[in-house]
C-alpha cells in the first residue's frame, strides 16, 4: 500500500512540471519573426531589430500582430555615460521605428511603450 501511495504522490508531484510547457506555448512563439531580439513583457512580446536605415520595433501577442498606432513610444540607449532617446513612430501595422538611429555597440537599449489608456511596457535590449 505504501508504494501505491508513494507512486501516486510522485506522480502528482510531477504533474506541474509537465504542464508547464504547455503553459509557455499558450503565449505564442518566442521566436523572433524580423530577426532580431525579443523580449516578453506580459502578454506583449517586443522585437528589436537593428537595420541599415535605423531601428524597428515590433510588436504581437500570441502571434497577432498589435496595432503600433496604440502606442506612443521611446527608445534609450545607455552606452556608458552618454544617454540617447529617439522617438518611436509607427510605421505599420506593428512596427514602430527610429528612422536613422544607430545603436552603438554593447549599448543598453530600453523601449518604452505607452498605450492609450496610460499602461506601460518597458523592454530592455543589448545592441550587438
Excluded: C, R, W
Aim: glycine fraction near 10%.
Amino acid at each position: 500500500m505504501t508504494k501505491t501511495f508513494f507512486a501516486a504522490a510522485f506522480a502528482l508531484a510531477a504533474l506541474p512540471g509537465i504542464a508547464i510547457p504547455g503553459i509557455a506555448i499558450a503565449h505564442g512563439s518566442m521566436k523572433p519573426q524580423h530577426g532580431g531580439q525579443v523580449q516578453m513583457q506580459g502578454e506583449t512580446l517586443v522585437e528589436l531589430v537593428s537595420t541599415p536605415k535605423g531601428v524597428d520595433v515590433y510588436l504581437t501577442e500570441e502571434d497577432e500582430p498589435v496595432m503600433a498606432a496604440n502606442y506612443t513610444a521611446k527608445l534609450t540607449q545607455t552606452a556608458g555615460t552618454a544617454k540617447t532617446e529617439a522617438k518611436l513612430v509607427p510605421a505599420g501595422a506593428n512596427k514602430l521605428s527610429a528612422a536613422g538611429f544607430k545603436p552603438a555597440k554593447g549599448a543598453k537599449l530600453v523601449v518604452a511603450l505607452v498605450d492609450k489608456s496610460g499602461a506601460k511596457i518597458f523592454a530592455s535590449f543589448q545592441a550587438n
